[in-house]
């Protein structure tokens, strides 16, 4: 089992920045990629932005050139920096992992970001 823990939303400003974090617990030496996705209000989920353990990233167009994510090993945390954030970026963002060879995705709780024009 992995247990995922967001922290770092808020409420900000259009234009402004905010990081947001991703630490997993438990069985996290398989750890293969963690995730960070969004649900706006009545709006699906979408994947925002993944790293692997080995730090390949991909991201949605919607996130390129404004939101980078990154993965501290050691720390098994992984964090989405977000900049030029404008309203639309308003949602619950939710991180999810997988390990190496297993069918399960662990989700977190999810953290509420706000961007207020």
């Not at 977000?82 to 999810?110: H, I």
């Amino acid at each position: 089992q992995v247990q995922l823990v967001e922290s770092g939303g808020g409420s900000v400003q259009a234009g402004g920045s905010l990081t947001l974090s991703c630490a997993a617990s438990g069985s996290t030496v398989s750890l293969s990629v963690i995730n960070w996705h969004r649900q706006a209000p009545g709006k699906e989920r979408e994947l925002v932005a993944g790293v692997t353990r080995s730090g390949v990233t991909t991201y949605a167009d919607s996130a390129k050139g404004r939101f980078t994510i990154s993965i501290n090993n050691a720390k098994n945390t992984a964090y989405l920096q977000m900049s030029s954030l404008n309203p639309e970026d308003t949602a619950v963002y939710s991180c999810s992992a997988k390990r190496l060879f297993r069918p399960e995705t662990y989700w977190g709780q999810g953290t509420q970001v706000t961007v207020s024009s």
